[in-house]
């Protein structure tokens, strides 16, 4: 990887370049690293694990809801601030976290301490796309995004790998006090490394206090409603009385922002096709590749009677083929643009899927990893090139709203694509209990029948949703905004 040390513009490109890291490491990370130590949280607190997976749910409810509206705020008074501040919020709030929940002996405090964990983590995660757009030469932002794709999948790799290690050998606790060593580091980096001025000039306009509304409580009961929906009920009070909240609140939004010179979120950009088609092509890209991580580990612990820890070992295949593709692409991208990459990495990633539909009992293990890394290859030209398509459409003023809305596209779309394939998969074995005669089967027999019916048909419907995303990345175009037009070439030097 080679990349600029210093342009003329006298950004340190390094520095800037690991601070973006940090922060898509840290959000990847601590999306995995928690749920490990649930169990362990539930037996502390005396809590059933119904109540205690709150400890999940409340951060990423907070995180998805707000991240809008800090990428909005950056656009207004600069980026440099947005980011200290998260991490500094999102630092404070893990050592809450770790720290005062077994001292006041208070499970709300842990929830709480959460919240302010969420409110930094939506800041920091907000713009990390935004930096790159905004702050790097065309020819470099490629590369940034490769590399910024390598930290993300290794930090959701070896969260539940390091979540598990902290919680045996040290305690709990610890998941959180990881954090802040890292939180400082990232917060001297960026305050050293990301230009203080702000990358649009100041706006004279009022900012849009009723659309950052709409959209936290839109996006928050959705939220609500996708991860609690299989727990509770889809035709529970509670969850349609969200579903319905959500859906006014964001058609009111639509309305609202289509009306106002400087909206919270510019709806009038996906008029635009290749702007609609990339980021559809993002947002199921993100619901199939969470799904297929919630199914999987049912998948080779109950159908090949695996143990989770090499369970565990074999998804590692998935996020290490990201891994070096997300290099890969990024090197690749100013040779032969974005949407060539897409199409090369949709393909792939529908030929990895097809593979899944031939899992079965007796399938061997070596053939479930290839399947595995073929999928994460693919993911990986899709996920960088992608990214940098959509931001190249719009124009630096919007580079703060934009990025924050890749993040609502990725962090929704997984939480919904958990729930589709749950419901998917809990449907197909009913259906097989209903129409079965179960007279004539044995109860075991009845089971397997079940069980292999329910992964066949999740992985059918997840191969043809992918071949709507390889449509999306063949109709989508390359589209670069003046704004993002270099007039200056970098040079390069190691990394």
């Given at each position: 990887?080679?990349?600029?040390?210093?342009?003329?513009?006298?950004?340190?490109?390094?520095?800037?370049?690991?601070?973006?890291?940090?922060?898509?490491?840290?959000?990847?990370?601590?999306?995995?690293?928690?749920?490990?130590?649930?169990?362990?949280?539930?037996?502390?607190?005396?809590?059933?694990?119904?109540?205690?997976?709150?400890?999940?749910?409340?951060?990423?409810?907070?995180?998805?809801?707000?991240?809008?509206?800090?990428?909005?705020?950056?656009?207004?008074?600069?980026?440099?601030?947005?980011?200290?501040?998260?991490?500094?919020?999102?630092?404070?709030?893990?050592?809450?976290?770790?720290?005062?929940?077994?001292?006041?002996?208070?499970?709300?405090?842990?929830?709480?301490?959460?919240?302010?964990?969420?409110?930094?983590?939506?800041?920091?995660?907000?713009?990390?796309?935004?930096?790159?757009?905004?702050?790097?030469?065309?020819?470099?932002?490629?590369?940034?995004?490769?590399?910024?794709?390598?930290?993300?999948?290794?930090?959701?790799?070896?969260?539940?790998?390091?979540?598990?290690?902290?919680?045996?050998?040290?305690?709990?606790?610890?998941?959180?006090?990881?954090n802040v060593p890292v939180g400082i580091i990232a917060i001297l980096l960026g305050m050293y490394s990301i230009p203080a001025t702000p990358p649009a000039g100041q706006k004279t306009t009022a900012f849009d206090r009723l659309g950052a509304i709409l959209v936290f409580i839109g996006v928050g009961f959705l939220i609500y409603a996708a991860s609690q929906?299989?727990?509770?009920?889809?035709?529970?009070?509670?969850?349609?009385?969200?579903?319905?909240?959500?859906?006014?609140?964001?058609?009111?939004?639509?309305?609202?922002?289509?009306?106002?010179?400087?909206?919270?979120?510019?709806?009038?950009?996906?008029?635009?096709?290749?702007?609609?088609?990339?980021?559809?092509?993002?947002?199921?890209?993100?619901?199939?590749?969470?799904?297929?991580?919630?199914?999987?580990?049912?998948?080779?612990?109950?159908?090949?009677?695996?143990?989770?820890?090499?369970?565990?070992?074999?998804?590692?295949?998935?996020?290490?083929?990201?891994?070096?593709?997300?290099?890969?692409?990024?090197?690749?991208?100013?040779?032969?643009?974005?949407?060539?990459?897409?199409?090369?990495?949709?393909?792939?990633?529908?030929?990895?899927?097809?593979?899944?539909?031939?899992?079965?009992?007796?399938?061997?293990?070596?053939?479930?990893?290839?399947?595995?890394?073929?999928?994460?290859?693919?993911?990986?030209?899709?996920?960088?090139?992608?990214?940098?398509?959509?931001?190249?459409?719009?124009?630096?003023?919007?580079?703060?709203?934009?990025?924050?809305?890749?993040?609502?596209?990725?962090?929704?779309?997984?939480?919904?694509?958990?729930?589709?394939?749950?419901?998917?998969?809990?449907?197909?074995?009913?259906?097989?209990?209903?129409?079965?005669?179960?007279?004539?089967?044995?109860?075991?027999?009845?089971?397997?029948?079940?069980?292999?019916?329910?992964?066949?048909?999740?992985?059918?419907?997840?191969?043809?949703?992918?071949?709507?995303?390889?449509?999306?990345?063949?109709?989508?175009?390359?589209?670069?905004?003046?704004?993002?037009?270099?007039?200056?070439?970098?040079?390069?030097?190691?990394?």
């Amino acid at each position: 990887m080679q990349i600029n040390s210093k342009g003329a513009s006298g950004i340190n490109y390094t520095l800037l370049l690991i601070s973006i890291s940090l922060a898509t490491f840290m959000s990847a990370l601590d999306g995995t690293i928690v749920n490990i130590a649930l169990p362990t949280i539930s037996e502390i607190f005396n809590l059933p694990m119904t109540s205690v997976s709150w400890v999940a749910t409340i951060y990423l409810l907070v995180l998805t809801g707000c991240v809008l509206i800090f990428g909005k705020l950056a656009d207004r008074i600069g980026f440099k601030i947005i980011f200290i501040s998260g991490f500094f919020i999102f630092t404070l709030g893990s050592f809450f976290c770790g720290f005062f929940p077994e001292l006041f002996n208070s499970y709300g405090v842990l929830l709480g301490s959460r919240i302010l964990q969420g409110i930094g983590g939506a800041m920091i995660v907000s713009i990390a796309p935004a930096l790159v757009a905004t702050f790097f030469p065309m020819k470099m932002k490629g590369k940034a995004l490769g590399l910024i794709t390598m930290f993300a999948a290794f930090g959701a790799a070896v969260g539940p790998v390091m979540g598990g290690m902290l919680t045996q050998y040290l305690s709990w606790n610890w998941i959180f006090y990881i954090n802040v060593p890292v939180g400082i580091i990232a917060i001297l980096l960026g305050m050293y490394s990301i230009p203080a001025t702000p990358p649009a000039g100041q706006k004279t306009t009022a900012f849009d206090r009723l659309g950052a509304i709409l959209v936290f409580i839109g996006v928050g009961f959705l939220i609500y409603a996708a991860s609690q929906g299989a727990s509770i009920g889809w035709t529970s009070p509670h969850i349609l009385f969200s579903i319905a909240i959500s859906a006014i609140a964001l058609l009111f939004l639509l309305y609202h922002e289509l009306r106002i010179t400087d909206p919270l979120v510019d709806f009038r950009l996906f008029t635009k096709r290749n702007f609609l088609f990339a980021n559809l092509m993002l947002a199921l890209t993100y619901f199939l590749f969470a799904g297929v991580n919630y199914i999987l580990p049912f998948f080779l612990e109950i159908v090949r009677g695996l143990d989770p820890s090499t369970s565990g070992i074999i998804l590692t295949a998935l996020s290490g083929a990201v891994m070096v593709s997300g290099i890969l692409s990024g090197l690749l991208i100013n040779r032969f643009g974005n949407r060539i990459l897409c199409v090369i990495g949709a393909l792939v990633v529908s030929i990895g899927y097809v593979m899944f539909i031939f899992f079965s009992t007796e399938v061997s293990i070596l053939y479930v990893a290839i399947s595995l890394a073929i999928v994460g290859f693919g993911l990986g030209f899709l996920v960088s090139p992608g990214t940098n398509m959509v931001m190249g459409m719009a124009s630096r003023d919007k580079h703060g709203m934009v990025s924050s809305l890749l993040n609502v596209e990725r962090f929704g779309p997984m939480t919904l694509g958990i729930s589709f394939v749950s419901m998917l998969f809990i449907q197909a074995i009913l259906s097989v209990g209903k129409y079965r005669h179960v007279t004539t089967s044995s109860p075991k027999d009845l089971v397997i029948d079940a069980v292999a019916t329910g992964f066949d048909l999740v992985f059918l419907v997840i191969f043809l949703i992918s071949l709507a995303i390889l449509a999306l990345a063949i109709l989508s175009r390359d589209e670069i905004h003046p704004d993002n037009v270099d007039s200056d070439e970098p040079v390069l030097i190691g990394l």
